[in-house]
């Protein structure tokens, strides 16, 4: 229970950073993370993982459509980056699909764990923002 609390807050301090300081590619990449985070909350709040969990993978499917709109929005970087790390989480999900054998465990630190780098370079990229509207300036 605490993993998740502390994903949460992670989340609510990158969703805050994001409306502070960031512009609106920011912004619109943490309330991605943030509405796909309640989705699947909501959807599946206690997922066993021991089959490919069909509305995560859509879900974050659907994460990974808005990502990519981002980067084609933008020429930063870091977009791509968290665009190439949904990938890795939709690949984990494609992997349980197709290889069964796969144990619950990685499977779920892996659609798990690969969002903490993602709101991170969210965060450094709302500070990015700033930054870059003030030389602009």
Avoid: C
Avoid at 2 to 12: F, T
Wanted: glycine content about 4%; overall charge positive.
């Amino acid at each position: 229970m605490w993993s998740v609390a502390i994903y949460y807050i992670v989340l609510l301090i990158t969703v805050a950073v994001a409306i502070m300081r960031g512009g609106p590619l920011e912004r619109w990449a943490a309330y991605t993370a943030l509405i796909a985070s309640i989705l699947t909350s909501a959807v599946n709040p206690f997922p066993t993982w021991n089959d490919i969990e069909l509305n995560i993978f859509v879900i974050d499917v659907l994460v990974l459509l808005s990502f990519w709109f981002i980067a084609l929005k933008t020429h930063s970087f870091w977009p791509y980056w968290i665009t190439g790390w949904q990938l890795i989480a939709i690949f984990g999900h494609i992997q349980k699909y197709m290889f069964s054998e796969i144990l619950a465990r990685p499977y779920s630190l892996l659609s798990v764990y690969i969002s903490y780098p993602i709101l991170l370079l969210i965060i450094y990229a709302s500070g990015s923002s700033s930054r870059r509207r003030d030389i602009a300036a």
